[in-house]
C-alpha cells in the first residue's frame, strides 16, 4: 500500500473549491492500492486532518507527519490547490527538492502558465491566436483612452495569476475601467485587459492517460451570466455541454491545438485549456494546470464522457507521476 498525500486548500480565494477538490480525491481513492492522508496548506499551518478531524503538523524538512509517536512519510502528492502555491510552481519545486513524487506538471510549467501574460507569450510563436490584450502592473498609469483604442469595448479586465474567475469584471464602458481594475488588483498586482471575443467557449481537457497524451471530450460553456465568472462556474449558472457542439472538424482543430500547447511546454498531469472560437478560429484565454476535481467540474465530467472513472482518472495520475 503506497501513502498518498492529497493537498489542498492554499493561499488564494480559491482554497474552498480546492478543499472540495481534494475530498472528492480522498473519497475517491483507490483504496485497495493507496492511503489517502488529507494534508491542508494554508498560510498559517500546514496539516495532517485525520477522520476525525484532528490535527498533527507536517514536518516541512521532509513534507512528513508524526501520528502518535509514529512517523509517516508519502511516495506520492497528489496535488489539488487551485492557485498559490500549489498551482503556481511554488510547491512542485519543493516535492522536486525533496525528491517526492506529485501529479501536477513541473514548477516552470505551473509557474509559466499561471502567469497568463507569460503564456500566451510563449505559445504565440507556435500560431496559437489570442485575444487583443493590454497589461498593466500595479502603479503603472491607467490611460482608459489607450485601453480602449488597443482592446476595444466591451473588454475583460483579469487579474494575470488567479484562477475561478476571481477578480473579472467585463466592462462595457470607458467610464467603468478604473472600477474594474480596482477589483482585479484585489487579487494580482499584475492585470490584463483583453479584448472581446464574440463566438463559442469551449474547454479542452488534455492528460496524460496510460503514457499517451489524451484530448478529452471537449465542452462547450454556455453562460447565463455575462461570462463564465464563479457564479456560472460554481453556483449553476450555465450550462455545460459534453461533447461541444462543434463540428468534427473544429473538434478536431481545437482538440489539435491544446494537444500542442501541451507538447510544445512539456506538460504533465492534468491540464484544462479555454478557448474561443470566433470566425472558425480558436483563440487560447488560459490553460489550468490543477483544474477542479469536484463532480460537477469540467475534467471529471469530460472523463466520463471519455469512459475513464474518477477512479482511474486519479489511479492513472499518481501512477504516472511514481513511474
Same mark, same amino acid.
Given at each position: 500500500?503506497?501513502?498518498?498525500?492529497?493537498?489542498?486548500?492554499?493561499?488564494?480565494?480559491?482554497?474552498?473549491?480546492?478543499?472540495?477538490?481534494?475530498?472528492?480525491?480522498?473519497?475517491?481513492?483507490?483504496?485497495?492500492?493507496?492511503?489517502?492522508?488529507?494534508?491542508?496548506?494554508?498560510?498559517?499551518?500546514?496539516?495532517?486532518?485525520?477522520?476525525?478531524?484532528?490535527?498533527?503538523?507536517?514536518?516541512r524538512?521532509?513534507?512528513?507527519?508524526?501520528?502518535?509517536?509514529?512517523?509517516?512519510?508519502?511516495?506520492?502528492?497528489?496535488?489539488?490547490?487551485?492557485?498559490?502555491?500549489?498551482?503556481?510552481?511554488?510547491?512542485?519545486?519543493?516535492?522536486?527538492?525533496?525528491?517526492?513524487?506529485?501529479?501536477?506538471?513541473?514548477?516552470?510549467?505551473?509557474a509559466?502558465?499561471?502567469?497568463?501574460?507569460?503564456?500566451?507569450?510563449?505559445?504565440?510563436?507556435?500560431?496559437?491566436?489570442?485575444?487583443?490584450?493590454?497589461?498593466?502592473?500595479?502603479g503603472?498609469?491607467?490611460?482608459?483612452? *489607450?485601453?480602449?483604442?488597443?482592446? /476595444? !469595448?466591451?473588454?475583460?479586465?483579469?487579474?494575470?495569476?488567479?484562477?475561478?474567475?476571481? $477578480? %473579472? +469584471?467585463?466592462?462595457?464602458?470607458?467610464?467603468?475601467?478604473?472600477?474594474?481594475?480596482?477589483?482585479?488588483?484585489?487579487?494580482?498586482?499584475?492585470?490584463?485587459?483583453?479584448?472581446?471575443?464574440?463566438?463559442?467557449?469551449?474547454?479542452?481537457?488534455v492528460i496524460?492517460?496510460?503514457?499517451?497524451?489524451?484530448?478529452l471530450?471537449?465542452?462547450?460553456?454556455?453562460?447565463?451570466?455575462?461570462?463564465?465568472?464563479?457564479?456560472?462556474?460554481?453556483?449553476?449558472?450555465?450550462?455545460?455541454?459534453?461533447?461541444?457542439?462543434?463540428?468534427?472538424?473544429?473538434?478536431?482543430?481545437?482538440?489539435?491545438?491544446?494537444?500542442?500547447?501541451?507538447?510544445?511546454?512539456?506538460?504533465?498531469?492534468?491540464?484544462?485549456?479555454?478557448?474561443?472560437?470566433?470566425?472558425?478560429?480558436?483563440?487560447?484565454? *488560459?490553460?489550468?494546470?490543477?483544474? /477542479? !476535481?469536484?463532480?460537477?467540474?469540467?475534467i471529471?465530467?469530460?472523463?466520463?464522457?471519455? $469512459? %475513464? +472513472?474518477?477512479?482511474?482518472?486519479?489511479?492513472?495520475?499518481?501512477?504516472?507521476?511514481?513511474?
Open positions: 500500500m503506497k501513502n498518498i498525500a492529497i493537498i489542498m486548500g492554499g493561499y488564494s480565494s480559491e482554497y474552498k473549491i480546492s478543499l472540495i477538490s481534494g475530498n472528492v480525491v480522498y473519497q475517491t481513492l483507490d483504496k485497495t492500492k493507496y492511503i489517502g492522508y488529507r494534508i491542508h496548506i494554508f498560510k498559517e499551518k500546514w496539516v495532517f486532518v485525520d477522520a476525525n478531524d484532528a490535527e498533527f503538523p507536517i514536518d524538512n521532509d513534507f512528513s507527519v508524526t501520528v502518535n509517536g509514529t512517523k509517516i512519510t508519502f511516495d506520492c502528492v497528489f496535488n489539488a490547490i487551485h492557485g498559490t502555491p500549489g498551482e503556481d510552481g511554488l510547491l512542485q519545486a519543493y516535492f522536486e527538492l525533496l525528491g517526492i513524487p506529485q501529479t501536477a506538471c513541473d514548477y516552470y510549467q505551473s509559466l502558465t499561471f502567469n497568463k501574460r507569460d503564456l500566451l507569450s510563449v505559445l504565440k510563436p507556435y500560431g496559437i491566436k489570442t485575444a487583443t490584450s493590454y497589461y498593466l502592473n500595479k503603472d498609469l491607467i490611460n482608459t483612452t *489607450e485601453i480602449v483604442k488597443k482592446v /476595444g !469595448l466591451p473588454c475583460f479586465v483579469k487579474p494575470n495569476k488567479a484562477g475561478s474567475s476571481f $477578480g %473579472i +469584471s467585463k466592462v462595457k464602458t470607458e467610464t467603468e475601467l478604473p472600477i474594474a481594475i480596482e477589483i482585479a488588483y484585489k487579487e494580482d498586482n499584475e492585470i490584463i485587459i483583453e479584448s472581446f471575443l464574440d463566438g463559442t467557449e469551449v474547454s479542452v481537457g496524460n492517460y496510460q503514457g499517451k497524451i489524451t484530448v471530450p471537449i465542452t462547450e460553456i454556455v453562460s447565463d451570466n455575462d461570462f463564465f465568472d464563479y457564479e456560472a462556474k460554481y453556483e449553476g449558472k450555465s450550462q455545460e455541454i459534453t461533447p461541444a457542439r462543434i463540428s468534427d472538424e473544429m473538434t478536431q482543430k481545437v482538440g489539435d491545438i491544446a494537444k500542442r500547447a501541451y507538447e510544445v511546454l512539456k506538460m504533465k498531469g492534468f491540464s484544462r485549456s479555454e478557448f474561443i472560437i470566433v470566425d472558425g478560429e480558436p483563440h487560447m484565454l *488560459e490553460t489550468n494546470t490543477i483544474p /477542479g !476535481l469536484t463532480t460537477e467540474s469540467l471529471p465530467q469530460q472523463a466520463r464522457a471519455a $469512459g %475513464i +472513472s474518477l477512479e482511474d482518472l486519479f489511479t492513472n495520475a499518481i501512477e504516472l507521476a511514481i513511474n
